[in-house]
């Protein structure tokens, strides 16, 4: 698995990429991801450009291997953010939340490779007729923040049976077994998100960690499908409000001011009760706080010994 056609393209030693999570993936876990091997990416999420060059000079600092920045195409600062991501030089974007193709002709002319992450066939498509990009993310359902709404296991194959890039499987992962079947389903790296909240390296508050270690394979439930931007989070007093105000035919525009900063509240300050956990369904194998170095050997070590068993 190690050194193959995602790892020639990007230059990391692993085809394991951590995920951009707004308010979680900063530059202290994205630089232990690279250092272990894999691709470390700082999510943009909505944040200013001021911060996210910070974040990215702080990678930088920390690591002399390759890691990228996944940006959110609706942020109210993305021409900011774009002209960041030319100005520090860096050479890979994972894109999210809206159409990149606006930003196709000026990111290619810096020579950024482009990864767009998509949850549909159709989107895949579009986004591989566009110059610069070289692989796809590819996500089910099962994963945690902004899902679509087909699951890993049915989306995968169908994706690498209609574009010609390389295919990132994401959702539902979190073991070795999990990088497996994404392998057999025709994927070329695959991508964690929910192990590597509970990463010592990883900055979120304790009381999030604790909430993702504690939780079961029943924990998550989607809110937000009225509004068009289903969110998959782990079950609290916000989310059974959340829903509440959905079954009562809530405004789409109420709901959203419900959500504003509620990630936040979670990530930072801790408030896991009223705040928005997000979380995929894996969460509930997740059961220990490890070096990010320890998650992604457990995830190659458990990939070989799947495999092994599968073809002794």
Known sequence: MKNNEICEILNIEVPIFQGGMAWVSDSSLAAAVSNAGGLGIIAAGNAPKDWIVDQIRKTKELTNKPFALNIMLLSPFID??????????????VTGAGNPGKYFKKLNEAGVKIIPVVPTVSQAVRMVRNDGVVALVAEGAEAGGHIGVTNTMSLIPQIVDA???????AGGIADGRGVAAAFCLGAKAVQVGTRFIVADECSVSEEYKEKVIKAKDTSTIVTGSSTGHPVRILKNKFSKLFKKLEDENTS????????????RSAVVDGDVDNGSVMAGQIAGMVKKRESCESIINDLLEGYERTIREVYE
């Open 80 to 93: 900011d953010v774009i002209d960041a991501v030319i100005e520090e030089k860096v050479k890979i974007v």
């Open 163 to 169: 574009v010609d890039v390389p295919v990132i499987a």
């Open 252 to 263: 789409p525009e109420e709901l959203e001011k419900l959500g504003a900063g509620k990630l």
